[in-house]
């Protein structure tokens, strides 16, 4: 069985892009969340879309979005970077989170703000 | 919000020694739940708990559900070189899971 694909692994934007990564959940998996890793904050929860509804949502600005498509591919969208946007980003699936919280990790998008 | 507290930070052993680790929170979990992280890699589960008091391995891996269900620890027994990582905790509760800020564990062959 697949694992978690998230694309791309590296990127490298300068403050006040955008960017967009994307997430393959676990075929068969339809609860998708996303998580912000960086050495002094640890992981931290930006949300999380079970059947293309957002269910649970972490404490990050607006500049923060996401979304869910009918086959359970989820993307995130971070506007107008800021250097400290610099992180790990983690996308996660499982069958369904809010019943058991196993989750499966992507290998995760290495976003550098410059 | 809820905030776990993971114990020790890092953590350097030799070869063949015994590893615990904790979390706690002042609030209550669900489900408890162990991970580990490769470099460049993401979170692996290692071993899910969901009732207090549980107690379950995984080989070489015991994990306990506190009591209180603000609690659990990891204990590793007879460390190898691959252990080396970083072990997350993480409690679940209400959709959300709460992750703690990992140990690091160093393992000297």
């Known amino acids: 069985k697949a694992g978690v694909t998230q694309t791309p692994r590296y990127l490298i934007k300068t403050r006040g892009q955008q960017v967009t990564l994307s997430c393959s959940p676990i075929s068969g998996h339809r609860s998708v969340s996303w998580y912000q890793q960086t050495p002094g904050q640890g992981l931290q929860f930006l949300f999380e879309?079970?059947?293309?509804?957002?269910?649970n949502k972490g404490n990050f600005p607006g500049r923060f979005s996401g979304r869910q498509f009918s086959n359970s591919r989820s993307e995130m969208n971070v506007s107008t970077l800021e250097l400290g946007d610099s992180a790990l980003y983690l996308c996660?699936?499982?069958?369904?989170?809010?019943?058991?919280?196993?989750?499966?990790f992507g290998e995760g998008s290495r976003l550098t703000v410059l | 919000g809820q905030q776990l507290n993971q114990s020790p930070q890092s953590m350097f052993i030799q070869e063949g020694e015994d590893v615990s680790m904790n979390c706690t929170s002042s609030s209550i979990f669900n489900t408890w739940l162990w991970y580990k992280q490769d470099p460049g890699e993401g979170p692996v589960l290692l071993i899910a708990l969901y009732k207090a008091g549980e107690l379950t391995s995984n080989g070489r891996l015991t994990a306990q559900f506190g009591i209180t269900r603000k609690d659990s620890f990891l204990n590793i027994s007879a460390s190898i070189p691959s252990d080396v990582g970083i072990y997350f905790c993480?409690?679940?509760?209400?959709?959300?899971?709460?992750f703690g800020d990992g140990t690091t564990l160093t393992v000297k062959p």
């Open positions: 993480a409690g679940h509760y209400a959709g959300k899971s709460t």
């Open positions: 996660a699936s499982s069958f369904t989170q809010g019943v058991s919280g196993e989750l499966f």
């Open positions: 879309y079970f059947s293309e509804t957002q269910r």
